[in-house]
């Protein structure tokens, strides 16, 4: 069984400029997250999907970056416009349900110059 | 906020050692995670651990749930190349049973 999916794997971009990410959860996980990690830390969570809808984004920059889950299957994390700050590995994770296992992707390494 | 301390933040040990690393908070938690992180991965879950006292084994690592639920112990046993990662504690958050809060991570290097 393939596992959460994400793209792309790398991204360099120039401050001020857009980018998205996507992410492909594993089949039948109703519940998605998104986690940001920074060098050196562990994950920390920016937003919980249950299906299509967003039940905790209090940690989500709403300022510049947003999310979507159209149809309670994939999912994209955009920010707009990028920070140097914004310099991170940006994970997703999926589970069957929300305190179930998490199983999480390999990550984006965004590097914004 | 809740925060989980690891210790040590890295360790290099020969291979065939055992490792030993803890995870502290100032807070109580039900439940205490242990997850790997591969370079260039993201982290797969290895022990979950969900009462106080709990002591659990995968393999060559075995984690404990500390009496007073503010800390967990991992240790690895007969190290091996394939060992070196990153290994992080993580927890639900209080308010939030389905929010995780994770460690800063102990770096853990296998020398041949």
């Known amino acids: 069984e393939a596992g959460v999916v994400q793209s792309p794997r790398y991204k360099i971009i120039e401050k001020k400029q857009p980018v998205a990410f996507w992410c492909n959860p594993i089949s039948g996980h109703n519940t998605l997250y998104w986690y940001r990690q920074n060098l050196g830390q562990g994950p920390e969570l920016l937003i919980r999907?249950?299906?299509?809808?967003?039940?905790?984004d209090s940690q989500l920059p709403k300022d510049r970056f947003s999310a979507e889950r159209l149809k309670g299957v994939d999912s994209t994390l955009k920010i707009q416009p990028a920070e140097l700050g914004d310099s991170a590995v940006y994970l997703c994770?999926?589970?069957?349900?929300?305190?179930?296992?998490?199983?999480f992707g390999p990550g984006t390494r965004l590097t914004v110059l | 906020g809740q925060q989980l301390n690891q210790s040590p933040q890295s360790m290099f040990i020969q291979e065939g050692e055992d490792v030993s690393m803890n995870c502290t908070s100032s807070s109580i938690f039900n439940t205490w995670l242990w997850y790997k992180q591969d370079p260039g991965e993201g982290p797969v879950l290895l022990i979950a651990l969900y009462k106080a006292g709990e002591l659990t084994s995968n393999g060559r690592l075995t984690a404990q749930f500390g009496i007073t639920r503010k800390d967990s112990f991992l240790n690895i046993s007969a190290s091996i190349p394939s060992d070196v990662g990153i290994y992080f504690c993580?927890?639900?958050?209080?308010?939030?049973?389905?929010?995780?809060?994770f460690g800063s991570g102990t770096q853990l290097t296998v020398l041949p």
């Open positions: 994770a999926s589970s069957p349900s929300p305190g179930n296992e998490q199983f």
């Open positions: 999907y249950e299906n299509e809808e967003a039940v905790d």
């Open positions: 993580a927890g639900p958050k209080s308010g939030s049973a389905r929010q995780l809060t």
